[in-house]
C-alpha cells in the first residue's frame, strides 16, 4: 500500500488530458493558486498542463482554476460586450459581467492575492514580478477580449494591468500562459535543482552565460577549454564574464540599470 501524499499531492492517471488536472480539485490552505477569468475556459492549461508545470499541477504543488464570464453574461443570449461609451470602434466587456465573474473569483481568495488584467497599457512583466506572485498565496488573472474592460472594473478592483511587452494580442489568455509559467516554475519542488533558477537569465540582472554538453565538438565547434578544465573557480570566472558581456552587448539598458546608470 502506498503512502498517502501530503495536503496538496493529488494522484493523477496518465491517461488523463491536461484539462482534467483542473477539475473536482478541492482547495488546500497552502498550495499555490491561479484563477483564469476569461471567455475561453478551455485553453487552459495550455502549454501549462505539459513539462514540469503539467507535472507540479499534477502533484498538486500548484492549482488552476478558470471562472467563464460567459456564465455571467446578460439576457438569454448572455451578452458580454457592448458599444463603446462615447462612440468608437469595437466593443468594450461590460462591467456587469466582468465584475460578478471577479468576484466569484476572488471569493476564494486568501492572504496576498493581486488581481491582474492582461493589458497592453500596463507596466511590463518581468522576473522580479514573477517572483513577487510566486510569493503571494496566488493570483487572479482577468483576460479580456475586444477593445478591452470597463474601466470601473479595473477602478473597483484595485486591478493592476500587466503586459508582455510593446505589442497588442487578440486576447490575454496567451499572455497569462506566459506570467503563469514564468512564475510557477519559481515555486518551491517544481524545478529539481534550485540552483538553475539563481544562475539563469534575468536573475541577477544579467543575462545567462553560454550553455554546453555533449559532444566535446560538434561540426568544427568545440566546448571552450575552460569548461572541461575541472577548475571550477576559473569556470565561474569565466560563466560571470560571459554574462556579463552578453548583457552589455544585448541588453545595455539592463548593464546600465544594474550599474545605477539613467
Keep these: 500500500m502506498k503512502p498517502t501524499r501530503s495536503h496538496g499531492r493529488q494522484s ?33 492549461p495550455g502549454v501549462l498542463g505539459a513539462s514540469l508545470t503539467g507535472k507540479a499541477l499534477q502533484d498538486g504543488r500548484w492549482q488552476l482554476h478558470t471562472h467563464d464570464m460567459r456564465e455571467f453574461g446578460i439576457g438569454k443570449h448572455r451578452n458580454v460586450d457592448d458599444t463603446p461609451a462615447g462612440g468608437g470602434a469595437g466593443m468594450v ?18 492572504g496576498r492575492w493581486p488581481i491582474l488584467y492582461m493589458s497592453p497599457r500596463g507596466r511590463r512583466f518581468d522576473q522580479a514580478m514573477a517572483r513577487d506572485l510566486a510569493d ?8 479580456g477580449r475586444f477593445e478591452g474592460v470597463d474601466e470601473r472594473v479595473i477602478e473597483h478592483f484595485g486591478i493592476t494591468e500587466v503586459s508582455l511587452g510593446d505589442f497588442v494580442m487578440t486576447g490575454g ?42 559532444p566535446a565538438e560538434w ?24 554574462a556579463e558581456e552578453l548583457t552589455q552587448r544585448r541588453r545595455p539598458d539592463m548593464w546600465e540599470k544594474r550599474h545605477g546608470k539613467k
Excluded at 492517471?13 to 475561453?40: C, E, G, H, N
Excluded at 466587456?93 to 486568501?110: C, N, T
Excluded at 503571494?136 to 483576460?143: F, P
Aim: glycine content about 6%; aromatic content about 4%.
Design 93 to 110: 466587456m461590460r462591467a456587469d459581467v466582468v465584475g460578478p465573474a471577479l468576484a466569484e473569483a476572488q471569493s476564494h481568495a486568501r
Design 136 to 143: 503571494c498565496a496566488g493570483v487572479t488573472m482577468l483576460c
Design 12 to 44: 493523477v492517471r496518465p491517461s488523463l488530458k491536461p484539462r482534467t488536472l483542473m477539475q473536482d480539485t478541492p482547495d488546500y490552505a497552502d498550495v499555490w493558486q491561479a484563477r483564469i477569468v476569461t471567455l475561453f475556459p478551455d485553453l487552459f
Design 173 to 214: 489568455e496567451l499572455a497569462a500562459q506566459a506570467m503563469l509559467d514564468a512564475t510557477v516554475r519559481l515555486l518551491p519542488g517544481v524545478l529539481g535543482n534550485a540552483e538553475s533558477i539563481e544562475e539563469e537569465s534575468h536573475a541577477s540582472g544579467l543575462l545567462e552565460h553560454p550553455q554546453y554538453t555533449r
Design 219 to 242: 561540426e568544427g565547434r568545440a566546448i571552450p577549454p575552460v569548461l572541461m578544465s575541472g577548475n571550477h573557480g576559473e569556470i565561474a570566472k569565466w560563466r560571470q564574464a560571459q
